[in-house]
């Protein structure tokens, strides 16, 4: 069983920062496909960004490429969400999510099978 807990969202003017945090149980954290997904009000789940099951790779979603970053600790299992140059378009619920086996198919929801409770991020002046 792998528990995943978020933290760090907000209210952020547009064009603020925001660095959200994922903190995650589990012996073999340095080898889970690590994700982070957005939902907005009356929308679908969707992918922001993700670290590959080896972790020497990470892959963005095109709404966020450049000015989002994701970064991993596997000393401290964490895994972060550096976001830059908000927009309002980028308000939602955060999700960390996680899966405990290697997969190339990161960028969908349905591969994970752990998920935090998720954290609000609020861009508006």
């Known amino acids: 069983q792998v528990q995943l807990v978020e933290s760090g969202g907000g209210l952020v003017q547009p064009g603020g920062s925001l660095r959200l945090s994922c903190a995650a149980s589990g012996r073999t954290f340095s080898t889970y496909v690590m994700g982070w997904f957005r939902q907005a009000p009356g929308k679908e789940r969707e992918f922001v960004a993700a670290?590959?099951?080896?972790?020497?790779?990470?892959y963005y979603a095109d709404s966020v490429k450049g000015r989002f970053t994701i970064s991993r600790d596997n000393a401290k299992h964490t895994v972060d969400l550096q976001m830059n140059s908000l927009k309002p378009e980028d308000t939602a619920v955060y999700y960390c999510a996680a899966r405990t086996t290697a997969t190339s198919l990161v960028r969908s929801t349905t591969i994970y099978n752990y998920w935090g409770q998720g954290t609000q991020v609020t861009v508006s002046s």
């Open positions: 670290f590959s099951w080896s972790g020497g790779s990470t």
